[in-house]
């Protein structure tokens, strides 16, 4: 877990074995006065290693409801999830995965450093393997000036970098992200996805991200899957060509392809194309 | 506790003029006050003013620098006072050990089970309830009772037992508090870290329940003492300054100021056992950064 991220940047299909894998997948929420809620239903999902997909819907849609079972955080009513072929929970053993949450969680009394360095203290690495990674970890979000300094002298923008950073520590093939930019500002969240981008490229993980905005999930990724509230399915997966890494400038977010696909998904977000925004609640069988 | 903007210099100089202004109001009120006090009806609101119910401020200093005996070359006041000034804190200090432990303990076992906290709980507020008063004599004849091999139960240790009971209390509560005030956000990290229950509670919890706890351990040392001092009068003990206010009480017909210089003792070992939780809570001033603005 010391070893230095993959420097591989197109790792897709290498071994065969996805890097996520949803089958079936349903989730119901038993409530007290017997109504129950089903946040997912039927969900089927494929993800390839070092792809980056978007989970994108109105609330209420499951999405982070989806990516909370591919965490093992929460377990589904029925179908099963797969995590590098194994199942979730022995992923979540294993740290298969690192994740990053909407609140940068950042532990108030560690210094960044070792707020970047808890998984591997958590998990028994040598201090000096810790202090090396966290080097590299700092470099690559580019807080290496900041080390020693505690969370609330950070600005939200950066806090949400060392949380990168933290799930980067044990250099997971996959990486889930539940709206981390979802509090900063227009401004800073635009330098953060570019930032994101450079970083899935450097360490070639797989991502799975939720969020609410169009542009950002077009802008990201690989695929974005929009989704459609109660009960959570998916209704369309669109793939995004914009290549990647190095083409991914700040040009991109006025090119043609771009608005294309902002459309393509805004259109399925949407319901029908063209149409007036379907009503909430809109059985969609 | 500390609040920045505030130099020490300023806050030294706040203190002394407190107590300036108390030792002010009291000869302002023996000045002026009506001779017999102030009475509402048959309630004495306000003491006499005589020299025997409120001696000068002076008074009850000199009275520290003079033998503890008016007769008689023994000690000056303030040693003896200030030797049981110590006696008392070493017996409160124990006491504030064991019931911050005990409080802790019964605050993690909360934590961890939710049983054992609907369970406890309840026990734990209704033992408050019960007098001081009450538990000594009995403490005292339990402890009386027990030996083993060379060990046998010493009355200091009834005092330092009852000191515990009542500083066990606010750590137990604030330590709960403490311990489960880490978001959700933070104990699903720890969850996706697949780590378990005690690294858990050694990584977060506890660093998090510090700034809970440093209120709790400050009134658990100010329970201490006064437990102390209390049980001290009630099971006897003698050495310590509960002991001393009540045996120059009854000096205070010829010589008023002489029970004045226990009460001074009281306060310095309150003060003391202020001044220890606050290196405490200098010593953590790491876990008190304020939570980060999201």
Redesign the interface.
């Known amino acids: 877990m010391s070893t230095a991220p993959s420097e591989q940047g197109q790792p897709v299909a290498s071994t065969g074995t996805a890097a996520v894998s949803v089958a079936g997948v349903s989730k119901v929420f038993a409530s007290r006065k017997g109504a129950d809620v089903t946040a997912l239903e039927a969900v089927d999902l494929t993800i390839a290693p070092g792809e980056f997909v978007s989970l994108i819907g109105p609330s209420g849609c499951g999405k982070s409801t989806l990516l909370r079972l591919i ?3 929460d377990s589904p009513t029925s179908g099963s999830i797969e995590v590098f072929g194994k199942t979730a929970r022995q992923a ?2 294993d ?1 298969a ?1 690192g ?1 990053a ?1 909407q ?7 560690r210094t960044v450093r070792s707020n970047i360095e ?2 591997l ?3 028994r690495v040598g201090k000096p393997a810790r202090a090396a990674r966290s080097s590299e970890l700092l470099a690559l979000v580019g807080l290496s000036d900041f080390a020693d300094k ?3 002298q950070l600005s ?1 923008g950066m ?1 949400q970098r060392v949380a990168i950073a933290r799930s980067l520590a044990e250099s997971p093939g996959l990486l889930l992200m539940d709206e981390p930019f979802g ?1 900063l500002d227009e401004m800073t969240r635009e330098r953060m996805q570019t930032e994101l981008v450079r970083i899935c490229a450097e360490t070639g993980a797989a991502v799975v991200f939720v969020t609410h905005s169009i542009p950002e999930a077009v802008f990201l990724s690989n695929r974005v899957v929009v989704m459609s509230p109660r009960p959570g399915r998916i209704r369309d997966v669109i793939a995004v060509d914009l290549g990647r890494a190095e083409g991914r400038g700040e040009g991109l977010r006025e090119a043609d392809s771009f608005f294309e696909a902002v459309v393509a998904v805004r259109e399925s977000l949407h319901g029908e194309p063209a149409g007036a925004p379907a009503a909430r609640g809109v059985d969609q069988r | 506790m500390t609040r920045t903007g505030s130099p020490l210099g300023r806050r030294v100089l706040f203190g002394v003029l407190g107590v300036v202004v108390l030792a002010a109001v009291w000869e302002l009120y023996k000045a002026l006050g009506p001779a017999t006090g102030v009475v509402l009806g048959d309630l004495t609101v306000l003491p006499r003013t005589s020299d025997l119910a409120m001696p000068h401020v002076w008074d009850m200093v000199a009275r520290l620098f003079r033998p503890v005996r008016s007769s008689g070359d023994d000690e000056m006041m303030w040693q003896a006072v200030l030797q049981a000034s110590f006696f008392s804190l070493g017996v409160a200090a124990v006491g504030w050990l064991v019931g911050v432990v005990v409080g802790m303990l019964l605050a993690i076992l909360m934590q961890r089970f939710r049983t054992a906290e609907s369970a406890l709980l309840p026990w734990i507020v209704l033992s408050q309830t019960v007098p001081l008063i009450a538990i000594a004599p009995l403490v005292k004849r339990w402890g009386s009772q027990i030996e083993i091999g060379s060990f046998s139960w010493e009355n200091w240790m009834s005092v330092a037992l009852i000191a515990s009971y009542l500083a066990f209390f606010p750590v137990s509560i604030g330590a709960l508090r403490g311990l489960e005030s880490p978001d959700v956000n933070h104990v699903e990290l720890m969850r996706t870290y697949s780590v378990g229950w005690r690294a858990t509670l050694i990584r977060l919890r506890l660093p998090a329940s510090v700034p809970y706890l440093l209120p709790a351990l400050r009134l658990a040392a100010a329970n201490a003492v006064i437990g102390t001092v209390v049980a001290e009068v009630s099971i006897g003990l003698r050495g310590g300054i509960g002991r001393m206010i009540v045996e120059y009480a009854a000096a205070a017909g010829g010589d008023p100021a002489k029970p004045w210089a226990p009460i001074f003792g009281a306060v310095v070992v309150g003060l003391l056992a202020a001044g220890v939780v606050a290196l405490i809570g200098l010593a953590l001033t790491r876990y008190r950064r304020g939570e980060t603005p999201a």
Do not use: K, N, S, T
Not at chain 1, 103 to 109: E, F, M, R
């Open positions: 965490a093992d955080l979540r053993i740290q995965y994740i949450f609140q940068a969680g950042l532990l108030p009394w808890l998984p203290e958590l998990h505690y969370p609330d939200g806090q509090a």
